[in-house]
């Protein structure tokens, strides 16, 4: 990528913050479409912000892991209930407001294409629109995504402790199914620190304290080799190491001989000091400058350690240069779930996409044969479903600057041959993009041979479409002879002369139709021009 610059932060990494709101919960009312089912919940985050869970009124709780969430919604774009049941159920008639407002769509997956959705209705929009936005600020924080193994095993810890049983007490089943590789040794972990290890039993929740489950752990877990490097350093005999040894250590061992000593200098001993205090969890022990087996393991196992620092997972690339200098995070058949022959098509993809990071997102535009004539997304001449133009610009709109702030781009392959229905594509845009969309070009980079174009950070928060643009309407009578001239010249062949206008169009049909309706469209020609340059640009670099 041109013009590497490493260091350059540009998301601001922040902890994991929890709000007091999410930790002390909110009334519900969860349904579901398929159940037809409504159940009142309080729905909370754990302090550390691991999980989203909800309990009922029987006291039985359900979770989910939060890095397991794509999006946090409310408003327009959530799943509303349509069956009467379900909008009797919650009381929908009655409501004060819009309903969609006071709807949380949670949407969580393994991937973009098996997605779920979890619906909840709170009792007034801005708690709705709190919990939304604060979901996805937890789902999305850099370094939750990328835990170390000590905040891992926490967050195990975490789990086990949020699903207690009626009496208040973890299952040791529970326990089994975390820790599934090896049975025995679960149960020989749990005997030696004097737990309940039967399947049927269960362990006071006050029993299994952060210590308790240390231990567990470690039991579970052993690292001899850890030992063994303890005793290397010179802990032989000794159940510590001094500080100069922990320096000597970190300085020869750790650090990167290759790195700069002028930028990225070897650790001096009032610094490995710090370190030892951070880790070490025996008081006395810091008090005489060593740090114990238990201290070293916690300190390798840290962030101090980790294989990318913390500190670097927001770096990016300097975003100065012109467009054309980047390899640019690209989708094709933005649309399909499955495969590009008889796969679905779903307006969720441009959602899922552009929530992953992606800054190029493929439309390819067909004309629209119901009565409303409204422009589709499908890819042309398969068995692959349709879905409407309109809905995936309103999904664009909702997600394009979510994750990112770098332009968006849309690819698009542009087969409507309807000025009517190009007219409303262009409508689409510029009401639902609003400002967002880039019409003209920018005034220190106009399109012409030799002049660059703008940069990724010159362009932020602006969305582009990369069309074609289309050329002057020849003048009155010129059409159907050169339609004639055409025809002739490929001995009939109309299928060189026009390319069909939806995917379901026969070549021959289609050179039919456009040429009897050819004088038709001349009159909405000149009115739908304008709005078709306006939403239409040329982007020769791509």
């Known amino acids: 990528m041109a013009g590497a610059q490493p260091g350059v932060h540009a998301l601001q990494l922040k902890p994991v913050s929890v709000p007091e709101s999410l930790k002390k919960g909110s009334r519900f009312m969860k349904w579901d479409e398929d159940s037809s089912t409504v159940t009142p919940v309080t729905l909370r985050v754990d302090p550390q912000g691991y999980f989203l869970y909800w309990t009922d009124q029987n006291k039985e709780t359900d979770l989910l892991d939060i890095t397991y969430i794509k999006d946090a919604r409310t408003g327009k774009c959530t799943k509303t209930p349509k069956e009467a049941k379900l909008r009797e159920l919650l009381d929908v008639g009655n409501l004060v407001g819009r309903i969609e407002n006071k709807m949380l769509t949670v949407v969580t997956g393994p991937d973009m294409v098996n997605i779920t959705y979890l619906n909840f209705m709170a009792f007034q929009e801005e708690v709705a629109k709190e919990w939304a936005e604060e979901l996805f600020s937890l789902a999305s924080n850099l370094l939750a995504q990328n835990m170390n193994r000590e905040a891992s095993l926490e967050k195990a810890y975490t789990r086990l402790k949020l699903q207690p049983n009626q009496e208040g007490r973890i299952p040791v089943k529970n326990i089994f199914r975390m820790f599934s590789t090896d049975r025995k040794r679960v149960e020989t972990a749990l005997e030696s620190c004097n737990l309940p290890s039967g399947r049927n039993d269960s362990v006071p929740l006050e029993d299994l304290t952060s210590d308790i489950y240390k231990s567990f752990i470690a039991n579970l877990c052993p690292r001899p080799e850890v030992n063994q490097i303890f005793a290397d350093l010179g802990a032989k005999g000794k159940n510590y190491l001094s500080m100069e040894q922990m320096t000597d250590f970190i300085n020869n ?29 025996n ?50 058949n933005t649309y399909l779930t499955a495969g590009q022959l008889a796969g679905n098509s779903s307006v969720e993809m441009y959602r899922q996409v552009l ?27 398969t068995m692959t479903s349709e879905i409407s133009f309109k809905e995936v610009i309103e999904a664009i709109a909702e997600c394009a600057f979510k994750t990112s702030p770098f332009p968006v781009i849309l690819s698009f392959e542009n087969h409507v041959d309807s000025p009517k229905q190009q007219a409303k594509m262009a409508e689409y845009c ?63 062949d109309s299928s060189s002369v026009f390319e069909p206008s939806s995917p379901s169009a026969g070549p021959a049909a289609s050179a039919e139709v456009e040429a ?27």
Request: with cysteine.
């Open 253 to 281: 061992k750790q650090r990167d001989p290759r790195l700069n000593e002028i930028l990225y200098p070897p650790l001096k001993t009032e610094q490995t000091q710090l370190l030892m205090e951070k880790f070490e969890p």
């Open 283 to 332: 008081h006395g022990v810091i008090q005489k400058g060593q740090i114990s087996v238990e201290g070293f393991s916690r300190y390798l196992i840290s962030d101090e350690n980790g294989v990318i620092p913390p500190e670097k997972l927001d770096q990016s690339e300097d975003m100065t240069f012109s467009l054309s200098h980047y390899f640019i995070n690209s989708s094709h």
């Open 355 to 381: 929530l992953s990071g992606c800054r190029c997102v493929e439309l390819d535009c067909w004309k629209g044969r119901t009565a409303e004539e409204e422009p589709v997304i499908t890819h042309g001449f």
């Open 430 to 492: 510029r009401s639902i993009f609003g400002d967002a969309l880039l019409t003209e070009p920018l005034e220190k980079y106009p399109l012409e041979a030799g002049v660059a174009l703008p940069s990724p950070h010159e362009l932020m928060g602006k969305i582009l479409v990369k069309n074609k643009k289309s050329h002057p309407k020849p003048a009155d009578g010129s059409t159907k002879k050169k339609l004639s001239e055409q025809a002739s010249n490929t001995n009939s």
């Open 516 to 542: 009897e309706d050819d004088e038709d469209d001349d009159d909405d020609y000149d009115d739908c021009k304008k709005s078709m340059d306006e939403a239409s640009w040329r982007f020769d670099h791509f």
